[in-house]
């Protein structure tokens, strides 16, 4: 059958009649065709459809979205964290995002999760945490939510072993990854730069002859207020050591000392 959008009417018919009666039967005719056209040109609709409408309009500079599916930790995490962080919602709803649980035998009621997205120019990084109740609380950069996940589970460290698990998770999952920074264990654990200058290995021995014996793993000592943690880290250019305060009550909180700096340690991951 003949496209009607390319139909072509009969020329001899439109422009050879010199008549008026025949100007009409023409005018007639070719308004016919065009009503035809434009009846089969409407879609097509079964007694049990509806006529298809018009995308939902989108505000210049927003995207439509559909709701997340909330039976899988993805869904939930990305429901739970709309209202308090809608751009963390979107990287979590994100498929190229991996979302990594981290070991805490010792958190009941909750998960966190490692979110890692290193789609280009700007891969991102974020801790986020999620309820069985479905709350949800972004722990990067904000130290004092950490906090409140720990009272809310009612977490109680009864020993020096579990009081270092809770701070390096702590350090971990609240820094701001503006800069790379890394937990160590050891002084051999400091990523140096491939090749150094004559005064940037000096540097490095300096670091090593002091602090070779002192760093070490996370070590918990028990005090009046719960326990006190000490940790080392790499923080841009500096060497860190921390002290993590786990309080009874569930608060945490963190003062640092940077014992070296400017060391020639790599700027980026």
């Not at 003949?2 to 100007?23: A, I, K, M």
């Not at 986020?128 to 722990?139: H, I, K, N, R, W």
């Not at 264990?185 to 002859?209: C, E, F, H």
Request: hydrophobic share 40%.
């Amino acid at each position: 059958m003949r496209e009607l959008w390319n139909f072509q009417p009969d020329r001899s018919r439109c422009t050879d009649v010199l008549s008026s009666r025949g100007r009409v039967r023409g005018l007639t005719a070719l308004a016919a065709v065009t009503a035809v056209t434009a009846l089969l040109a409407l879609p097509a609709c079964t007694p049990d459809q509806t006529p298809p409408t018009s995308p939902p309009s989108a505000t210049p500079g927003t995207s439509v979205t559909t709701s997340p599916d909330a039976s899988d930790p993805r869904g939930r995490l990305a429901a739970g964290l709309q209202e308090l962080s809608p751009v963390t919602a979107r990287l979590i709803s994100d498929p190229k995002t991996t979302l990594t649980p981290v070991d805490a035998s010792w958190l009941t009621g909750w998960q966190i999760f490692d979110a890692v997205n290193q789609t280009p120019p700007h891969p991102r990084r974020v801790f986020v945490a999620l309820s069985q109740a479905g709350e949800a609380l972004v722990l990067t950069g904000q130290p004092e939510a950490f906090s409140t996940m720990l009272k809310q589970a009612g977490v109680t460290v009864a020993s020096a072993e579990v009081a270092a698990q809770v701070a390096t998770v702590y350090l971990d999952s609240s820094q701001t990854f503006t800069t790379l920074a890394y937990r160590i264990d050891a002084v051999d654990d400091i990523r140096w730069r491939p090749s150094l200058t004559a005064d940037q290995q000096k540097a490095r021995d300096a670091v090593v002859s002091a602090y070779g014996d002192r760093i070490a793993p996370a070590k918990a000592e028990q005090s009046s207020a719960g326990w006190t943690v000490e940790v080392w880290t790499i923080s841009g250019a500096d060497l860190v050591r921390h002290e993590t305060t786990i309080e009874a009550t569930g608060a945490v909180t963190d003062k640092t000392e940077t014992v070296a700096s400017d060391l020639p340690v790599p700027a980026s991951r």
